[in-house]
């Protein structure tokens, strides 16, 4: 089996979010990057299962980003893995974004793209779903376990309302959450390893993007917390009642 | 003209449809076009009182073969559909299937995909739509830039708004394609609130110390007709399941009410809640973080506290 892992790097949990450039750029000055955490908590970390369990498979990441993206996808690497691509380009733009992974999910023939459930910081829950669309297979989105035999895929999925069990045969594309797979800490034979693993870069396709971000915004802040005294917690449900008006 | 995706669970329209339905209405009166909604498969619901939301047309492919939600199918008939009513905007929910198909739909039409919008878009110049970004901590304004596009609607941002009026129901047939997925089960909480529909949540976390001492949340919850949510480490330890879990890793909400027990407010859950529109904090510590983003609160033990709330709660809705 031939596996491709999409990896996608996001600010720390915890960053300051804060835009300069007149609310048109994120500030990353000192802002610590990660891996999405779906994509490597669940998307890599299942596919390393599928690996450890069958040597033969091939696994290969693919990140959408400028060379500030390698580090992450060292960090990728250095969890499991055979090589990474990197496509040069930095665009927002979902339909950019999917159409690089979908043209190099064709070159190399996968039989399985992994993507994570959405980003943290666009929060699209995008991209899987339109490179499904671009290769013409099924899409799996919200997948909570995926099991592959032979070519036999099942998977059990959160929809509208509940879950559902799927199966489907090879080739597909899933996006994956919480259930698919359990965070794995790297060790240091995995960092040291990733070193030498390799990293190709490859120029991206061209494609007019659908989409463009304007400016950000950030909420407005509240006003501040009415604390209500602990022995009068009926005060609390009055204020909800007649001041919030919430119930 | 707008198409508005009308989706359906287990053959019922759902709230989150109802506010698609509301964004749609609204958004081609803005455009000065008409709405038009589509209902794929059989419903057990009256699609021509939709009208009391303003649609005025309904078109339905009444096909069985599309009981079952295939993305791939669905965007083939979707697509079909939007191309014969000669629309330019579609609009559906921001709900689990909203996410399935949407991304697809986009590249089928061509058309700019925003996922997730929390207004109306603005419409003076080009089209700009608001959506949340950074786990809630940001919004971004995200232009589409082609002829097509398409909105998906974010649970709760909107209010579906109904007075009276009938819609005409039309039935369509477009050609469906069989789907190469197979549904082997489904299971779907039946009468109760999802997490994401709902107005009124009541969460807990690990201050509760056990998966016992949830009665309180879930009566509270209950007698408010509001879902239930916890944090992550009380899912991991399988106090609550996981579908529960909200935050940074676990599910975005946006109700009007959320109720924090013996949560301490972590930065990674309040990027799932800080879009709820009043926020309740109980907590033993004056000192936790969760206070900072709460509009109301009680410094208590929320074993003390808890059982008083609903009481008074009991006491108002008699
Ligand atoms: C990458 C990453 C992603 C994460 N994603 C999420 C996420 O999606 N969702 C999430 O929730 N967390 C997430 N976390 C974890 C998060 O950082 C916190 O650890 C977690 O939210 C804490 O859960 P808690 O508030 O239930 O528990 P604690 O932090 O242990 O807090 C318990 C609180 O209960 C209070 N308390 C104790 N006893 C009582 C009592 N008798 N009455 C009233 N109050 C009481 C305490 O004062 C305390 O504030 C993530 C962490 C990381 C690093
Ligand atoms: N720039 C990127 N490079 C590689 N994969 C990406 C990129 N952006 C998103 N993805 C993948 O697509 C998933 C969904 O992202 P999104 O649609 O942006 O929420 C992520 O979890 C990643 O697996």
């Known amino acids: 089996m031939k596996i491709l892992v ?23 000055d000192g802002v610590q990057w990660i891996i999405n955490p779906y994509d490597e908590w669940y998307a890599l970390v299942r596919a390393i299962e599928f690996k450890e369990k069958d040597p033969a498979t091939v696994l290969h990441l693919v990140t959408v980003g400028a060379a500030d993206a390698e580090p992450i996808i060292r960090k990728a690497l250095a969890l499991g893995g055979d090589e990474a691509i990197r496509i040069n380009t930095d665009s927002h733009d979902a339909y950019t974004i999917a159409s690089q992974i979908a043209a190099v999910a064709k070159e190399g023939g996968y039989d399985l793209v992994l993507t994570g459930k959405e980003t943290i910081d666009f929060n699209g829950a995008s991209i899987g ?17 995926v099991d592959i035999e032979g070519g036999a895929v099942r998977v059990i999925r959160e929809i509208e309302g509940g879950e559902e069990t799927d199966s489907t045969s ?31 870069v490859v120029e991206p396709v061209a494609v007019d993007s659908l989409t463009s971000i304007e400016k950000f915004e950030l909420p407005p802040a509240k006003a501040g917390v009415k604390l209500v005294p602990a022995d009068q917690p009926e005060e609390l449900v009055r204020l909800l009642h007649e001041e919030a008006k919430v119930f | 003209m707008v198409l508005i995706f009308i989706d359906q669970s287990e053959r019922k329209i759902k709230k989150t449809s109802f506010e ?40 339905q492919v009444d096909d069985a073969a599309l009981n079952d939600m295939d993305a791939q199918v669905y965007t083939t008939v979707i697509a079909e559909a939007f191309r014969n009513a000669g629309a330019d905007t579609l609009v559906m929910s921001a709900n689990l299937t909203g996410k399935a198909i949407a991304p697809r739909l986009s590249v089928r039409l061509k058309a700019g995909l925003v996922t997730g919008a929390v207004s109306l878009p603005d419409t003076g110049n080009g089209f700009v739509v608001k959506k949340a970004v950074f786990s809630g901590k940001a919004f971004a304004h995200v232009a589409v830039q082609t002829p097509q596009r398409i909105v998906t609607v974010s649970p709760n941002a909107i209010r579906a708004e109904s007075g009276s009026g009938e819609a005409q129901v039309e039935k369509i047939t477009v050609a469906v394609p069989a789907a190469k997925v197979k549904v082997e089960s489904r299971d779907v909480l039946k009468g ?55 935050g940074q890793t676990g599910g975005a909400i946006a109700p009007n009410l959320y109720i924090a027990v013996g949560i301490s407010g972590a930065i990674q859950h309040l990027a799932g809640v800080n879009r709820s529109k009043t926020i309740v904090v109980i907590n033993k510590d004056p000192e936790a973080p969760f206070f900072k983003a709460a509009d109301y609160g009680i410094v208590g033990d929320a074993f003390e506290v808890m059982p008083k709330i609903i009481e008074a709660v009991k006491k108002l809705k008699q």
């Open chain 1, 6 to 28: 999409c990896i996608s790097k996001t600010p720390d949990t915890t960053a300051k979010i804060a835009f300069t450039d007149n609310n048109r750029k994120f500030a990353a």
């Open chain 1, 129 to 145: 779903g339109m490179v499904a669309e671009l290769l013409e297979l099924p899409y799996l989105s919200l997948a909570t376990k």
């Open chain 1, 170 to 200: 090879l080739p597909v594309v899933i996006s994956c959450q919480k259930g698919v797979a359990e965070q794995r800490i790297p060790n240091m034979k995995g960092i040291m390893g990733a070193r030498s693993k390799p990293l190709k």
């Open chain 2, 20 to 59: 698609a339905i509301t964004y749609g209405v609204k958004l081609a009166a803005q455009l000065n076009t008409t709405a038009a909604g589509l209902v794929l498969g059989q419903t057990d619901d009256d699609l021509s009182s939709l009208g009391k939301y303003g649609l005025t047309k309904i078109q």
């Open chain 2, 192 to 246: 109760e609130v999802s997490l994401a529909d709902a107005e009124i949540v009541v969460s807990g976390g690990r201050g509760l110390k056990g998966p016992e001492n949830w009665g309180m949340i879930e009566e509270l919850a209950k007698l408010l007709h509001g879902a239930t949510a916890c944090s992550r480490p009380v899912a991991d330890a399988h106090w609550r399941p996981h579908h529960e879990h909200v």
